[in-house]
């Protein structure tokens, strides 16, 4: 199994509005984390597996290595949540790039929130499939393009 | 015909998000929020018509 397709952790949403989390996705707190094709998102695994490190998919193990890139991934700047128009809830940031980079494998990445740490630390917010293609990049910039429609959005 | 987006339109848009976030004034941390969105998905847009941008990642809570 591989990655095919991007997706919204379920539990961490129902947390969020059962209030056992608090969610606040204009922090500037959370990463993205590049991840290879050994990854099988599960959008619908419990809490303790949808998050960053060890306890579910989301592993250093699975995770790109390369010069110029850390473990753990790069933290999501200007980040914004508005109402762009009637019915619609967007959140974006400034696109996320690695410079000096050589890295290759590249599939898709984890958004998590890198600051929460109870009850599960990590916790995985969503993933983006990058399509199917293998990313790579040597001695440059890899940046992740977020679309002009922002990462994530909530339609009626 | 719609007024050009430049990339320092974005960058001052973030700074001003960023002085508005270390602040406690919620209404202005959410209007410096809207203006920057606005701005930023105007350039992408921009850029995306222009063959500029090759990234186009959204999840829709739909899909």
């Known amino acids: 199994m591989a990655w095919s397709a991007s ?3 379920r539990q961490t949403m129902a947390d969020n509005l059962n209030n056992i989390i608090v969610l606040n996705l204009d922090l500037e707190t959370h990463k993205v984390a590049l991840f290879g094709n050994s990854v099988t998102p599960d959008y619908d695994a419990a809490a303790s597996a949808a998050k960053y490190g060890t306890g579910g998919t989301w592993t250093t193990a699975n995770e790109v290595t390369g010069t110029g890139y850390t473990a753990g991934g790069a933290l999501l700047t200007s980040t914004t949540v508005t109402t762009p128009s009637a019915g619609i ?9 690695w410079s000096s980079a050589t890295i290759s494998g590249i599939y898709g990445c984890l ?12 916790q995985g917010i969503l993933a ?18 977020w679309s002009a429609n922002g990462i994530y959005r909530n339609t009626p | 015909m719609a007024k050009k987006v430049t990339v320092a339109d974005v960058d001052q848009a973030e700074a001003a998000l960023a002085e508005a976030k270390k ?9 410096a929020m809207e203006e920057l969105a606005q701005v930023r998905s ?11 941008r090759v990234g186009l990642v959204t999840i829709d809570s739909e899909d």
């Open chain 1, 7 to 9: 997706g919204f952790f």
């Open chain 1, 89 to 97: 809830v967007m959140w974006d940031a400034a696109d996320t790039a």
């Open chain 1, 111 to 122: 958004i998590y929130a890198d600051a929460m740490t109870t009850p599960v630390a990590d």
């Open chain 1, 128 to 145: 983006v499939y990058f399509g199917g293609t293998s990313y790579a990049v040597t001695a440059g910039t890899f940046t992740i393009q």
């Open chain 2, 23 to 31: 602040g406690k004034d919620a209404s202005r941390r959410q209007q």
């Open chain 2, 42 to 52: 105007a350039w992408r847009r921009q850029e995306e018509e222009a063959g500029r």
